[in-house]
């Protein structure tokens, strides 16, 4: 019988057993999920961790080059970010919210950031779990913030990127007082979520905000793939939260959750039909190899795209965002 690692039930739980699908090794692993807390959650946590990341998993592979928009149309975005912080409701920012599509990263954080230009300005940021670059950093550095650090214990080594600093290093090993602590998609490759997040506790101001964004279960995804959904990343998400195992987790390390939102795009929804179909993440015939060479279509990619959309917003996506404040 196992006991849940998130609220140490050890009731009668349900066995699953995903096999390794993004790189297409096809080894099985045992999941469990939480009679009582719902957390789906690895049996074993594999000893050798480090073997499941090769260097071409995704997070340390070099940013690739984006399709820049002209100069101006980049100030318009700025300024449309500043008017964000400013928080105001002027005739600009209508026309500008109308006109000027923000870039993801960028759409990412602002409805994070302190309201208050002035002081949302000077936030300090860490990013944990970042692979070997931060796109949120990275987004932020241009925007114009200027503390920025970045960790990762699987990075290759301490490096710096504009104003942004790299180390690598667990969160236990950093010090200092941050406004803002992000975890992109990297909680759930934690083996130890208590410690983790106590140490996140230890190093956010008493005012800062923690912002947790994991896939999570219960979902449409989770219902309608089981096994195949891409979600649980067999072996790397050790795992996968629900609502009430997030809030029990925040709630030892000293946090409440504010707030939750959904936040998922179409690829998990793309992966797991190919996952259904025993297509590997980064196999052949996959739409993230070649575009050209997959049985995934424009119009299916449209199809999924709007139905995240409705997912998000009926609460039954596959990804969240937890917003925390201290306690
Ligand atoms: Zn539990």
Not at 196 to 223: F, Q
Not at 268 to 278: F, G, R
Request: aromatic share 12%; charged share 25%.
């Amino acid at each position: 019988m196992s006991t849940c690692r998130i609220c140490h039930d050890d009731g009668a739980h349900r066995s699953f057993f995903p096999k390794e699908m993004q790189f297409g090794t096809q080894v099985r692993f045992e999941y469990f999920q939480c009679a009582r807390c719902g957390c789906l959650q690895i049996a074993e946590i594999p000893t050798d961790l480090a073997a499941h990341y090769p260097p071409n998993y995704y997070s340390f592979r070099p940013a690739e080059a984006r399709a820049r928009h002209g100069r101006l149309y980049r100030r318009l975005q700025k300024l449309r970010v500043a008017n964000r912080l400013a928080w105001k409701r002027s005739a600009l920012e209508a026309l500008l919210w109308r006109f000027v599509e923000l870039p993801y990263e960028w759409r990412q954080c602002t409805p994070y950031l302190p309201a208050d230009r002035r002081r949302g300005m000077r936030t300090s940021f860490l990013d944990v779990g970042c692979g070997e670059r931060s796109w949120w950093l990275e987004a932020l550095e241009e925007l114009g913030f200027g503390s920025l650090t970045g960790v990762d214990p699987f990075m290759r080594g301490d490096h710096r990127s504009g104003k942004v600093s790299y180390r690598r290093c667990d969160i236990s090993e950093v010090g200092g007082r941050y406004d803002f602590i992000s975890f992109h998609h990297s909680l759930e490759h934690i083996p130890d979520q208590d410690a983790t997040l106590r140490a996140a506790r230890t190093l956010l101001s008493d005012d800062g905000t923690c912002l947790v964004r994991v896939p999570v279960v219960p979902s449409y995804l989770w219902e309608k793939y089981g096994v195949c959904w891409m979600g649980l990343d067999a072996p790397r998400h050790l795992y996968l939260h629900s609502r009430e195992s997030m809030r029990i987790a925040a709630a030892r390390a000293g946090f409440v959750v504010e707030r939750v939102f959904f936040d998922m795009d179409e690829v998990t929804l793309i992966a797991s039909e190919q996952y259904l179909k025993d297509i590997a993440m980064f196999g052949a015939r996959s739409y993230f190899t070649s575009r050209d060479d997959c049985e995934i279509t424009p119009a299916q990619v449209a199809e999924f795209r709007t139905l995240a959309a409705t997912l998000n917003a009926e609460e039954r996506a596959d990804c969240a965002a937890f917003l925390l404040r201290p306690a």
